[in-house]
C-alpha cells in the first residue's frame, strides 16, 4: 500500500487549514476548561469509594501514585500533539510512526474504542448508584437508560461550544469543592495525610488503589483531539495539558483527604454514591446537592464518551481502517448512527462484568495499552527524525530529557505503567487480554483485506 503522507510535513501546526479544515479560534482558557471538566467528569465519582476500600486513609497516595504515569503521557501528547495536529489522537499518532503499516493503527483504535466503551459502563453504573439513592430506581434499569439516552442524543446530534464547557466543568468540579469544604470544617481534614491507617491490605492495597485511580485521570488525552481548533498548538496545547492534570490532581488530592475525614473508607466502599454518603454525614441537603451534581457529571461523560468514541469509529471507516457501514450517516442529522449503535452495544456488553470498580479497572488497563502506544509512536518518530538528519520544527514543543536520541518521558512512563498493569483483578487481565486479542486479529485481518483491494 502507498506510504500516509506525514502531518507534520503537510501543514505547519500553526496555520489555519485552507483544504477545509476546523478553524482555529480556542485558546488557552478554553482548553483549561475543556481540560479540567473531561478529567474530573464522572471518574471521581465513579470509583473513590472502590479506591477508598483498598487504599483507607491513604487513598491520597494512591491518587498521588496514579497522577505519575498520567503526566509522562500528558508529556509524550504534548509533543505529538504539536508535531500531528489532527484529531484522533493516538490513533493519528500510530498511523504517523507507522506510515507504511495499517494494522498497528487499527489495532490502537479498536483498543481506544473499547476503552471508551468501558468508560461509557463504568460512569453510567455509577449515574445509576445516584439515581437510585434519588429516585429508588434499581441500578440495573439506569445504567443501560442512561446509555440508551445518550445515544439517542448522540443520533440527533449536538453542537458544543466554549460557554457550555465552561459551565460542565464549573458545576462538576463545585461537588469537590463542596466535598472539600465539608471536609475541612470536619475537623479531621488532614488525619489521613499522616494517620498510618490503611486497609486491611496495608501498602499492597495502597498501589492496587492507585491502579484503580488511574482511571479518574483518562481523558485529558481529549485535548489533543482539539489541535486543529487550537490557536498555535505548540504554545498552548502543552501547557492545557499540564496545568489541568495539575489542577485536577490538586482537586483530587483534597477530595480525597475530606471524603475520608468525614466518612470511615469503609462505609465509602460499600456505597453506591459514594461522595453523596460522605456528604451525608456533613449535611443531608448537601448529600442530595451531591447526587444531583453527580449524576450531571457521570451523565455528561457518557454522553462524551459515546460521541467522540463513534466519531472515531467514524473516522476510521471513512479512512479505510474499519468497515464502511461504520461511516454510514443519517441523512438529516449527518450523524454516524452505526458507530453510536456500536458503541452502545459494546458499552452495555460490559455492564454484566461488574461494577464500577471492575469496568474502571479495565479502561483503566485498557487506557494504559493506548498509553504504551503513544509513547512507543514519540520514540519511533525521535529515532525516525534522527536517522534521516531532518531538524525539528521550530513550532514543535519537544520534550526536553532524553537517554541519547530517546525521549525520557515515554521510558519512565513505560516503566510506572509496567507497575500499576501489575495490580489489577484477575477478571480485569482476562477482559483486557482478551480485547487486546480480538485487537490484533481484527487488525491483521483488516489489514489483509486493504492489501487485497490495493
Not at 471538566?37 to 487513598?59: D, K
Not at 486497609?199 to 491502579?211: D, E
Not at 490557536?231 to 501547557?239: G, H, N, V, W
Not at 487481565?429 to 491483521?444: I, S, T
Request: proline share 5%; aromatic share 8%.
Amino acid at each position: 500500500m502507498t506510504p500516509t503522507r506525514s502531518a507534520e510535513g503537510a501543514r505547519a501546526p500553526g496555520r489555519d487549514a485552507g483544504d477545509g479544515g476546523l478553524r482555529r479560534t480556542l485558546g488557552l482558557p478554553s482548553l483549561l476548561f475543556y481540560g479540567v471538566g473531561v478529567i474530573i467528569g464522572g471518574g471521581i465519582y465513579s470509583i473513590i469509594g472502590a479506591a477508598a476500600g483498598e487504599a483507607g486513609r491513604r487513598l491520597w497516595v494512591s491518587l498521588l501514585l496514579a497522577s505519575v504515569p498520567a503526566a509522562l503521557a500528558a508529556l509524550c501528547y504534548a509533543e505529538l500533539s504539536t508535531r500531528f495536529p489532527r484529531a484522533g489522537a493516538s490513533y493519528v499518532y500510530v498511523r504517523e510512526a507507522t506510515p507504511n503499516r495499517s494494522w498497528p493503527r487499527i489495532a490502537i483504535g479498536f483498543v481506544t474504542a473499547s476503552a471508551a466503551a468501558a468508560t461509557a459502563a463504568t460512569v453510567s453504573v455509577a449515574f445509576a448508584g445516584y439515581f437510585e439513592a434519588l429516585t429508588g430506581t434499581p441500578a440495573w434499569i439506569g445504567a443501560p437508560a442512561l446509555l440508551v439516552v445518550c445515544t439517542a442524543v448522540n443520533l440527533r446530534g449536538i453542537r458544543e461550544s466554549a460557554w457550555v464547557t465552561a459551565v460542565a466543568t464549573s458545576v462538576e468540579a463545585l461537588g469537590l469543592v463542596l466535598i472539600i469544604g465539608a471536609g475541612v470544617r470536619s475537623g479531621r481534614f488532614f488525619e489521613g495525610a499522616v494517620s498510618d491507617a490503611a486497609a486491611a491490605t496495608g501498602w499492597s492495597g495502597v498501589f492496587a488503589a492507585a491502579a484503580l485511580c488511574f482511571f479518574v485521570y483518562t481523558g485529558f488525552e481529549g485535548l489533543a483531539n482539539l489541535a486543529e481548533e487550537t490557536r498555535d498548538p505548540a504554545r498552548r496545547l502543552p501547557p492545557a495539558l499540564l496545568i489541568s492534570l495539575v489542577l485536577t490532581t490538586v482537586l483530587y488530592l483534597l477530595t480525597a483527604l475530606a471524603a475520608t475525614a468525614l466518612v470511615e473508607p469503609a462505609r465509602l466502599a460499600e456505597s453506591a454514591s459514594p461522595l453523596s454518603t460522605a456528604a451525608e454525614a456533613a449535611d443531608p441537603r448537601l448529600a442530595t446537592a451531591l447526587a444531583w451534581i453527580a449524576l450531571f457529571a457521570t451523565g455528561n461523560t457518557a454522553l462524551i464518551t459515546v460521541i467522540v468514541s463513534s466519531r472515531l469509529l467514524f473516522g476510521m471507516a471513512k479512512g479505510g481502517d474499519m468497515p464502511a457501514a461504520l461511516s454510514r450517516t443519517l441523512p438529516r442529522r449527518r450523524t454516524p448512527w452505526v458507530a453510536a449503535l456500536t458503541m452502545l452495544a459494546a458499552a452495555t456488553a460490559m455492564l454484566p462484568l461488574g461494577g464500577a470498580d471492575v469496568l474502571g479497572s479495565i479502561a483503566s488497563l485498557l487506557t494504559l495499552v493506548d498509553f504504551l502506544a503513544v509513547g512507543a509512536a514519540l520514540v519511533a518518530v525521535r529515532l525516525r527524525e534522527s536517522a534521516d538528519g531532518r531538524p525539528t520544527r521550530s513550532d514543535v514543543f519537544r520534550i526536553p530529557v532524553s537517554f541519547g536520541r530517546v525521549p525520557a518521558a515515554p521510558v519512565v512512563m513505560a516503566v510506572a505503567v509496567a507497575l500499576l498493569a501489575t495490580q489489577f483483578r484477575g477478571v480485569v487481565y482476562v477482559v483486557a487480554a482478551g480485547v487486546v486479542l480480538a485487537a490484533a486479529v481484527f487488525a491483521r485481518l483488516r489489514a489483509r483485506a486493504l492489501r487485497d483491494q490495493a
